[in-house]
């Protein structure tokens, strides 16, 4: 598979990706919306669904990192090369601005019946219940590291997963939603939120707040460290049992 290729199944991958997860937001969060009110447990399997329908559709291509917290923890360990951390990157945050795009698109209206600023911004991006610079920061950090440690875990060869390993990797997403999500609205990837920031920025949205740039750089600096700890972590225990 050409560079290229692999760097395009990015864009799509990760379009695919804010499409569906932003998607289950805006119905959970926006006004005279079929699932309007339908709460977490709807919007945290809408995650997990969007990561597993994504990593099929383009995982065959490009591997479907669809998170620079992903590629850059790869790179790390040596799974992945380092000549195309920027370019995945790069991918992987405009692919996540056009599926904000669409999803803007898809719910044109109902961002007009919704008088709630916030969740208006909810629909793009992530924000703390309790605003606490140390514990957002901790609380990503867990929660990505746990991504890549069970991402890695997955794709052990032990497995076998093999086809259903795209499937399990949306579990794992549904799973950290569940358990972790609470704090910060787990944004465990850095393009996830900062493409659709940047959208709702730009969008002539009704109504709407600042796109909160003060806490912007949280959901993309710890998820970055949390998967490079992540993947670490798991090599390091590798060698215990190998």
């Known amino acids: 598979m050409t560079n290229t290729a692999m760097i395009i199944s990015e864009i799509i991958g990760t379009m695919i990706l804010i499409i569906l997860g932003d998607g289950v937001v805006a119905n959970v969060v926006l006004k005279k919306s079929k699932g309007n009110s ?3 447990i709807v919007i945290t399997a809408g995650w997990g669904f969007a990561v597993a329908i994504a990593v ?8 479907a990192h669809l998170n620079p917290a992903v590629t850059i923890g790869l790179a790390v360990i040596g799974s992945f090369s ?3 951390v920027p370019s995945y990157i790069a991918a992987q945050v405009f692919g ?13 209206k109902h961002f007009a019946e919704t008088d709630d600023a916030d969740a208006k911004l909810a629909v793009f991006s992530t924000a703390p219940e309790i605003r606490s610079t140390i514990w957002n920061i901790v609380t990503e950090i867990i929660g990505t590291a746990l991504l890549l440690i069970g991402i890695l875990g ?10 259903l390993g795209a499937l399990l990797v949306g579990i794992l997403v549904w799973s950290l939603g569940l358990s972790l999500g609470g704090p910060t609205g787990y944004a465990i990837n850095p393009a996830r939120d900062f493409g659709p920031r940047i ?3 730009i969008l002539p949205i009704p ?13 993309v600096i710890a998820p970055i460290i949390g998967g490079v700890l992540g993947a670490l ?5 590798l060698t215990l049992f190998v």
């Open 207 to 219: 109504g709407k707040r600042d796109s909160d740039w003060s806490y912007a750089w949280i959901p």
């Open 154 to 163: 997955i794709g052990n060869s032990h497995n076998n997963a093999g086809a």
């Open 38 to 40: 339908s709460g977490w």
């Open 233 to 237: 972590i798991y090599n390091f225990c």
């Open 82 to 84: 380092w000549s195309l």
């Open 56 to 63: 099929y559709t383009v995982g065959w291509v490009g591997g």
């Open 199 to 201: 959208a709702h920025a």
């Open 96 to 108: 996540a601005f056009l599926g904000a795009i669409v999803v803007y698109l898809a719910y044109y």
